[in-house]
């Protein structure tokens, strides 16, 4: 059993920022304190000037999934992998029913995939695409298998989309059972109506994806689900890659009037809006790389966006994590917007693009970043307190981070197995120097030290009473 002390950092929590060294044994934290003996430590580290952070926990990846008549390019090694450089340590990837298994054999299939490949630890949500009475109850027995969230797609028209049908009788069974119901809300009824109309007209550039998902649509959805789930009973609702002002409205006046509604966005809304989807002067599909749903917005709902992360509107701040290679993949729509595969990369990017563009600026501090990155996901998803905190007997996820260190962001140098950054050429200031996974120091700087098969099935467990702000 190995111990490490890693000294005089800034520790930082979702709710305190205080100088201190932390005693790491084996793969737990075993010690907190402020000058802790060195003696008998395997290994000394010292964090002066540098930021201690619990390794961040992204909630929403789709790592080696079939979508858009391809495979999303990471599989669990690889995007593994790249989230830890990225100072991410676990993730909770989206394992999808596909049409006529059950969910015990869905979850076999994504456990599967990660299997021997895994380098960082992973959780399951369960995305029911084919609801049946055997479905139905499955529902109940999912915590047993270490499951305590499902997703229900409200677009993708004839692939992922359920009715409202489906979406309201598992709403009332996830709440019977303490499972929370995730949805992707936008209107795919509406949406398919707006895209043959674009096609019709001769309408065919990657543009025509944001053009014919309008925010109203975003909107409607999020209303309607917030509804249901209120008819429900007040089943838990989670509200993923939340992209505009109108919705957020939708999610903030349910957490007013005490509705447990939750929202996430994800890192890259931030940073990007619709006229990215753009042709440039050198490449007119050059748009595709930014092709996901929801699509991104205005300049208006970044700000908004902003403000929610800052109320606690917004809960948590995720990828979506969906590579597709621009030359091999996304071309599948180069002659027709509707063909290009929906998602974009990002697993190693979230942390320091969220820290650039909110705690750089002052807009969060540390303290919310980690909130928002790690504490508040672990909460949501049953990991909590295991993960996503910093406390004696958590799991030695650690990230030290210095705050001052400049990274230019490429494909060059990523790790993400995909041929595009939607960030190139961005220099940002902060990073993650050495990212520890369960007491093992599996990044140090540019050095990979960890390992496929290292990564374990996080069990999730109930959801953590959950602090309303
Ligand atoms: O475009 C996206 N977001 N692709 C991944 C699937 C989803 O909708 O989350
Ligand atoms: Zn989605
Ligand atoms: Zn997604």
Same mark, same amino acid.
């Given at each position: 059993?190995?111990?490490?002390?890693?000294?005089?950092?800034?520790?930082?929590?979702?709710?305190?920022?205080?100088?201190?060294?932390?005693?790491? =044994?084996?793969?737990?934290?075993?010690?907190?304190?402020?000058g802790l003996m060195e003696k008998g430590a395997d290994t000394v580290i010292d964090a002066k000037g540098r930021y201690i952070l619990p390794g961040g926990i992204d909630v929403h990846t789709h790592l080696d999934m079939p979508f858009g008549g391809t495979v999303s390019s990471d599989?669990?090694?690889?995007?593994?992998?790249?989230?830890?450089?990225?100072?991410?340590?676990?993730?909770?990837?989206?394992?999808?029913?596909?049409?006529?298994?059950?969910?015990?054999?869905?979850?076999?299939?994504?456990?599967?995939?990660?299997?021997?490949?895994?380098?960082? $630890?992973?959780?399951?949500?369960?995305?029911?695409?084919?609801?049946?009475?055997?479905?139905?109850?499955?529902?109940?027995?999912?915590?047993?298998?270490?499951?305590?969230?499902?997703?229900?797609?409200?677009?993708?028209?004839?692939?992922?989309?359920? $009715?409202?049908?489906?979406?309201?009788?598992?709403?009332?069974?996830? &709440?019977?059972?303490?499972?929370?119901?995730?949805?992707?809300?936008?209107?795919?009824?509406?949406?398919?109506?707006?895209?043959?109309?674009?096609?019709?007209?001769?309408?065919?550039?990657?543009?025509?994806?944001?053009?014919?998902?309008?925010?109203?649509?975003?909107a409607e959805a999020t209303n309607r689900a917030i509804e249901l789930a209120r008819v429900a009973g007040d089943a838990p609702l989670f509200v993923v890659h939340l992209t505009n002002a109108m919705a957020l409205h939708a999610i903030a006046n349910a957490r007013k009037r005490g509705?447990?509604?939750?929202?996430?966005?994800?890192?890259?809304?931030?940073?990007?809006?619709? $006229? @990215?989807?753009?042709?440039?002067?050198?490449?007119?599909? @050059?748009?595709?790389?930014?092709?996901?749903?929801?699509?991104?917005?205005?300049?208006?709902?970044?700000?908004?966006?902003?403000?929610?992360?800052?109320?606690? =509107?917004?809960?948590?701040?995720?990828? $979506?994590?969906?590579?597709?290679?621009?030359?091999?993949? &996304?071309?599948?729509?180069?002659?027709?917007?509707?063909?290009?595969?929906?998602?974009?990369?990002?697993?190693?990017?979230?942390?320091?693009?969220?820290?650039?563009?909110?705690?750089?600026?002052?807009?969060?501090?540390?303290?919310?970043?980690?909130?928002?990155?790690?504490? @508040?996901?672990?909460?949501?998803?049953?990991?909590?307190?295991r993960k996503g905190a910093i406390i004696a007997g958590a799991d030695a996820d650690l990230v030290i981070w210095d705050p001052k260190a400049k990274h230019t962001v490429s494909a060059k140098t990523h790790h993400m197995r995909v041929d595009y950054n939607l960030y190139e050429g961005?220099?940002?200031?902060?990073?993650?120097?050495?990212?520890?996974?369960?007491?093992?120091?599996?990044?140090?700087?540019?050095?990979?030290?960890?390992?496929?098969?290292?990564?374990?099935?996080?069990?999730?467990?109930?959801?953590?009473?959950?602090?309303?702000?």
């Amino acid at each position: 059993m190995a111990t490490t002390l890693i000294k005089n950092g800034r520790i930082v929590t979702a709710s305190d920022e205080y100088t201190g060294d932390i005693l790491i =044994d084996d793969e737990k934290i075993a010690l907190i304190g402020d000058g802790l003996m060195e003696k008998g430590a395997d290994t000394v580290i010292d964090a002066k000037g540098r930021y201690i952070l619990p390794g961040g926990i992204d909630v929403h990846t789709h790592l080696d999934m079939p979508f858009g008549g391809t495979v999303s390019s990471d599989d669990f090694f690889t995007g593994h992998k790249a989230a830890l450089f990225g100072g991410t340590t676990a993730h909770v990837d989206f394992c999808i029913q596909p049409k006529g298994k059950s969910l015990k054999e869905s979850l076999d299939l994504w456990h599967a995939k990660a299997k021997g490949k895994a380098a960082m $630890d992973y959780g399951f949500h369960v995305a029911v695409t084919d609801l049946n009475e055997a479905v139905m109850a499955e529902i109940a027995q999912l915590p047993k298998m270490g499951v305590t969230s499902i997703k229900l797609f409200m677009a993708y028209k004839g692939v992922l989309q359920v $009715d409202d049908t489906t979406l309201f009788r598992c709403l009332r069974a996830a &709440k019977a059972s303490g499972v929370l119901t995730m949805v992707h809300a936008e209107n795919g009824d509406a949406i398919d109506v707006l895209v043959k109309d674009a096609l019709a007209a001769g309408n065919l550039a990657p543009i025509w994806h944001a053009l014919t998902r309008p925010a109203e649509l975003e909107a409607e959805a999020t209303n309607r689900a917030i509804e249901l789930a209120r008819v429900a009973g007040d089943a838990p609702l989670f509200v993923v890659h939340l992209t505009n002002a109108m919705a957020l409205h939708a999610i903030a006046n349910a957490r007013k009037r005490g509705q447990h509604a939750y929202a996430e966005t994800c890192v890259q809304y931030f940073h990007f809006t619709k $006229d @990215n989807l753009n042709a440039t002067a050198e490449d007119a599909f @050059n748009g595709a790389k930014w092709v996901c749903s929801p699509p991104f917005r205005e300049a208006s709902d970044q700000a908004a966006l902003m403000r929610g992360i800052r109320t606690g =509107d917004l809960v948590s701040v995720s990828t $979506d994590h969906c590579p597709f290679n621009y030359k091999t993949q &996304k071309t599948l729509g180069a002659k027709s917007f509707a063909a290009i595969p929906n998602g974009v990369p990002g697993i190693e990017d979230r942390m320091y693009m969220l820290w650039d563009a909110a705690v750089r600026t002052g807009q969060i501090s540390p303290s919310r970043f980690v909130e928002l990155t790690a504490t @508040n996901p672990a909460k949501l998803f049953g990991l909590y307190p295991r993960k996503g905190a910093i406390i004696a007997g958590a799991d030695a996820d650690l990230v030290i981070w210095d705050p001052k260190a400049k990274h230019t962001v490429s494909a060059k140098t990523h790790h993400m197995r995909v041929d595009y950054n939607l960030y190139e050429g961005r220099e940002v200031t902060g990073k993650p120097v050495k990212v520890f996974l369960r007491g093992k120091l599996v990044v140090d700087g540019k050095r990979w030290l960890g390992a496929a098969g290292a990564g374990r099935f996080s069990n999730a467990g109930r959801r953590s009473c959950f602090r309303t702000r």
